[in-house]
């Protein structure tokens, strides 16, 4: 398939892109943002859409730098993780990566929604580039094997 990106420069298309990005993961969703306060992880649509993923088996796994935003703006997104705990991995990124203020979310090896800044809503929507893909996914998983437990108090961590 041939690779495709789209940028955006809005909120709305922000949350247009992650949801369509979201929605593609079938096996595995890797999320890192600073804190999600504008990722609406706990809206009823956002609700449904990763209830059908983990439902279907999915896994996801997020990284942030901290929880607040989700406990405080984000119960059902609690409850979500709670119900699928086995299917869900939540870590606290280490000190010395709290300097990191990108934003991404990759679907499958497939899709990735990034936010250059996460103080901001400029990004691209990369669907099919293996080569950013794979930068991404290494990113991911270096700044998850520099995390540990600890972004939420309320929620079981894994």
Do not use: N
């Not at 991911?140 to 894994?158: H, K, M, N, Q």
């Amino acid at each position: 398939m041939e690779a495709l990106h789209t940028p955006f420069d809005t909120r709305s298309a922000f949350q247009q892109h992650l949801a369509s990005c979201i929605s593609a993961a079938q096996h595995t969703l890797c999320l890192f943002d600073p804190d999600f306060a504008s990722w609406e992880l706990g809206s009823s649509d956002m609700d449904a859409t990763l209830r059908r993923f983990l439902h279907g088996g999915g896994q996801l796994q997020l990284v942030a730098h901290q929880g607040q935003p989700l406990q405080r703006m984000a119960p059902r997104f609690l409850r979500l993780i709670q119900a699928y705990q086995h299917r869900v991995a939540l870590r606290r990124t280490h000190p010395a990566l709290r300097q990191l203020s990108d934003s991404f979310c990759l679907a499958d090896q497939s899709h990735l929604v990034r936010r250059f800044h996460s103080d901001h809503f400029r990004g691209e929507y990369s669907v099919y580039d293996a080569a950013e893909i794979k930068t991404y996914q290494d990113r991911f998983i270096t700044i998850w094997l520099d995390s540990g437990p600890g972004l939420l108090e309320t929620a079981a961590e894994i």
